[in-house]
């Protein structure tokens, strides 16, 4: 079966801390792609970064930082020296045989001031 | 931004009554895809299209109906409302390929009385 868990239902957390958001996956599939959509409180959904299977570099876009690992089949997503407009619902997203899409119940970050 | 209007917005229904959500895009990609929202369950794929008259079932596809008669078009039907399909529903596109970013209608709110 294939499966997203984003086990942090809320995190809450004071400006210009670093967070990490966890996602593991679980599919039997060896081809398959992992994504982070944000949405922020206004509701629209928002691309921030897909992976596949086979590349396990990590990436780094500003203050936002992934981290591949298909030992533990997770793709954890950092936010380095946060903001508050970092404030959203995050959700992790498995794309497995090339169409199925699941997506993880997501986690709300909270920034504070 | 990507071209994608989501119609109607808002509606309040009664229980066994038909509704049906239109999707229209203007950036011609080919793939379309249906999604509804709840509280706790992030997004879960309902129905996807990969091309005009070329539609697959998602994971909570009981109860709904889809149709692509163009590309830029993408029905999602309800042939008789329940409550349990209270939700929010996102419309997405993709071009090419599956596993490429997917981008966001704004949503419709659907109310089941």
């Known amino acids: 079966a294939q499966k997203v868990t984003q086990a942090q239902t809320e995190i809450s957390v004071v400006e210009k801390e670093d967070v990490t958001l966890d996602c593991v996956y679980e599919t039997r599939d060896t081809t398959y792609y992992l994504f982070w959509y944000k949405q922020p409180p206004s509701g629209e959904l928002v691309f921030l970064i897909r992976?596949?299977?086979?590349?396990?570099q990590n990436e780094i876009s500003g203050r936002y930082s992934w981290n591949f690992q298909k030992s533990t089949s997770s793709f954890n997503f950092t936010i380095t020296a946060s903001q508050v407009v970092d404030s959203a619902v995050y959700f992790c997203?498995?794309?497995?045989?090339?169409?199925?899409?699941?997506f993880g119940s997501g986690t709300k970050l909270n920034v504070k001031p | 931004d990507a071209g994608i209007t989501q119609s109607p917005r808002h509606k309040v229904t009664e229980t066994g009554t038909p509704v049906t959500l239109r999707c229209h895009q203007t950036?011609?990609?080919?793939?379309m895809y249906w999604y509804r929202q709840d509280p706790g369950h992030g997004l879960r794929l309902i129905h996807y299209?990969?091309?005009?008259?070329?539609?697959d079932k998602g994971e909570v596809s009981d109860g709904y109906s889809v149709s692509r008669s163009k590309t830029e078009d993408f029905l999602l039907t309800l042939e008789s409302a329940t409550s349990s399909q209270t939700s929010v529903y996102f419309c997405?596109?993709?071009?090419?390929?599956?596993?490429?970013?997917?981008?966001f209608g704004p949503g419709t709110r659907l109310t089941v009385l």
């Open positions: 997203a498995l794309l497995y045989n090339f169409n199925k899409f699941y």
């Open positions: 997405a596109i993709s071009e090419g390929a599956s596993y490429n970013e997917q981008f």
């Open positions: 992976r596949n299977s086979f590349d396990e």
């Open positions: 299209s990969y091309g005009v008259k070329d539609t």
């Open positions: 950036e011609n990609h080919r793939y």
